[in-house]
Structure formats: structure tokens, C-alpha cells
């Protein structure tokens, strides 16, 4: 009988601790949420553009080294030589155990903010093709940094709660999809041990502040850019018989190439083939001599990326040459090789894992399911094509009475990358802490 009193007393014990550490992280939080939300601020009004991540890696290495990391800064080696890898690796050791990567990316994008928030971003600076752009974390990069530091923060506070290796990644050019690549070129998985898993989260501009989302499987398609450079034979405006005109060929090409989705590929099989830019000639009276197409690609599966890219060089060669283009002058086809990142799967076990210990901390109503998207991300390459399950979760991050407002009147929110886009700090990033460090602590625990 008193055994019995005894094992019910230490039973409660047990189901107790969870609670109680949840209580603690939330009051943990509630002492930190000021500093983080000034903190937010400080990098939303001071975004930098991808390849010059320069102060905001500095800022990021400098806060992880304060919490006692151990951190590497410029890693990350790019095809062109002129750009710097401000890719930061911050790693603390505490005992045996697996080794966690957690990653933010730091870049914003050349956007003018027309929020009129208080803490708006008014930097301007020139780009790496010269031209003069503003500059805006319209990405909610900011937001992922913060969140970082915030997380950093508990974990080095919590540290008898986990054994392991705990690696946090600050990587540069997610917008432009090369800072990963940048980061593992540059030896990033010999300089730490290779990651048991890999994680990462990232605002959501449909889904309210308190809540975060998961989507197990493809979650974010890849993305492949291809240059077509369609070479026809100019001449006068008044004379096309003299002439092979690329204009017409390039509009019968665009065309034919939204064939490969509808009647190529199968239907259960999502992709896009986007033409999103299309220059050629100079004035109303000339044939020009070539016409340039970029395009972009999107798929889950690899073999469906591969057919697509197969299909779009047979199509623009064979449109060219039934308009008599000799072979000579066949269309260039050009896959580029630095904008271009593998689908993002989500390991199945490890992020319906991961979803049940947000329902434990967040209340099942705050964790919801959500659909693949066909935007893309480069975080996908710390998976190293499936060897290492990696999970990418969704954060809310909007004003819920905004997302609420929107259900009713049907009209969009501003999406990510909008100049208008605008998370609510303080309750996203209480939200995204108390999730990652719930994610770390899942996969790390003592
Ligand atoms: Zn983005
Ligand atoms: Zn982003």
C-alpha cells in the first residue's frame, strides 16, 4: 500500500516536470521579450541584401559568442570570388548526445517598405549590378534572426535539460538560393560534426502570430532558372522573308512550353514553368537577331525537374527549327547552376515528431497542418539530398483580427516579400522561441 502511494506520488512527479518546464520557459520568455522585440526592431530598420550580410552576421556572431558559443564567422565560399561568405556557425558542446543544427538566414531583399511602421527600413544602397535599390527584410529574415538569439538564449539557460551538440547556423543568400550551397562548399560539415538532424522555421504571412504549422513530406518545390537565348536571322521590319524571326519563334516557344505541365507531366505530379522575363529588339521596324527568355522552374520530385528541363530544350530546338533556323543558330539553352536548390522535404517521422511536441507546449489549436507550397528555399541542402531528416516549420506571424479580417472579406494579405508585409513581434516571436527551443529540447533531451 504505501509502495503504491509511493510510485502514484512519483508518477505525478514525472507528469509534472513538463508542465513545470514549460512554465519556466514561459516565464524564461517573459524576461527576455522586451530585449528581443527591441532587438527585431534594430535589424527590421537595418536589412542588408544577400552577399553582404556584413553587420547583421557580425551582430548575430557577437550576441551567440556573449551567450557562451563557440562561433566561426565568415564561412561560405561563393562561385564569384568577389563576394564574402558571412555565414556564422555557433556551436555549443554539452556532453554526449546527437548533434541538433538549427539555421536562420540573414538576407533581405531590394524592396522599399511602405509599411510606415515606426521601425521601417529607409536604407538604400547599390546592388551587385550597379543599380541603386532600397532595401527591406520583407522575407521576415529579421524575425528568424531574432528568434535565433532568443532560442540561443534558453537553451544555454536550459543546458541541464539536453546533452548533444548544438550547432545554430546563420546563413547568408537564402534569397538568392546560393548561401547554403556557399556554407557546405566551404567545408561547413567537417568543420562541425554532420548533423543528426537539421531544423529551421520560417514566417508565414497567412497565418496568425501564436501559431506555427507543419507540413510533413515536399514541402517547398525546387527551383531551377533557365536562359533561353532564341538566335533567329534580322532584317528589316518591311522584309521578313529575307529574315528568320526571333520574335515570332520566342512567342511560339512560350507557348509550347506550357504544354509540359498540362500534357506531359502528370497531373498528380504538381510543377510550373513560369516565363518571367522575355527581351528582345530595339524598335517596331526591325527583326532583331535574337530573343532572350528566363524561366522558372519548380517540382518536388527530381525526375519531374528533369523531364521538364529535358522537354523545354526539345521544344525550343524544335520550334526553331520548323521556323527554318538553321542548326547553327539553334536556341542556347542555359540551366543555371548558381540559381538552383533542391525541394525541401520535410522527414516525415521527425516533423510529425516535432508537431506533437508543439501540441504539449503550444495547445493543439496553436499547431495546425499545412499544404505544400511551390515557393522554394535553400535550407533543404543541410539535408544533403535525404541523408539527414531535416524539418522546416511555419511560424505565424500576422496580426490575427488581420488574418481574421481577411477569412471574411476575401482579400489577401500581404504576402511575403510584399513592401507591405508587417509581422506582429512580440507574439510571433514568444511563439517562435518557445517553439524552436521546444524543438531543440525534443531532439536533445536529457
Ligand atoms: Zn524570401
Ligand atoms: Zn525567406
Known sequence: MKN??????????????????QQSLDAMIDREIAQLVSTYKMLHAAPELSHHEEKTSAFLASQLRALGYTVTERVGKYDRPEWSGYGVVAVMKNGNGPTVLVRTDLDALPVEEKTGLPYASTVKTRNDTGQDVNVMHACGHDIHITNMIGTAKMLAQLKDQWRGTLVLIGQPAEETIDGAKAMLAD????????????IALHDNSDLEAGKVAYCPGYALASSTSV????????????????TRDPIVVAAQTILALQTIVSRENSPLDPAVVTVGSIH????SNIIPDEVKLQ??????????RQHILASI???ARNISAAAGIPEDHAPIIKISDTEVT????????????????????LGANNVVKWPPIMGSEDFGRFGLD?????CMFWLGAVDPAKVEASRKSGKPLPSLHSSLFEPLPEPTLRTGVKAMTTAVLELMRK
Open 4 to 21: 503504491k502511494f509511493l510510485l502514484a506520488f512519483l508518477l505525478s512527479m514525472v507528469v509534472a516536470i513538463p508542465a513545470n518546464a
Open 187 to 198: 567545408g561547413l560539415y567537417s568543420r562541425i560534426p554532420r548533423p543528426d538532424y537539421a
Open 227 to 242: 536562359e533561353i537565348t532564341i538566335r533567329g536571322l534580322g532584317g528589316h521590319g518591311s522584309k521578313p522573308e529575307a
Open 280 to 283: 528582345g529588339g530595339t524598335k
Open 295 to 304: 524561366l522558372t522552374v519548380r517540382a518536388y520530385k527530381e525526375e519531374v
Open 313 to 315: 530544350e526539345r521544344i
Open 342 to 361: 533542391p525541394a525541401t522535404y520535410n522527414d516525415p517521422k521527425l516533423t510529425e515528431r516535432l508537431a506533437g511536441a508543439f501540441e504539449q507546449t
Open 386 to 390: 535525404h541523408q539527414i531528416p531535416i
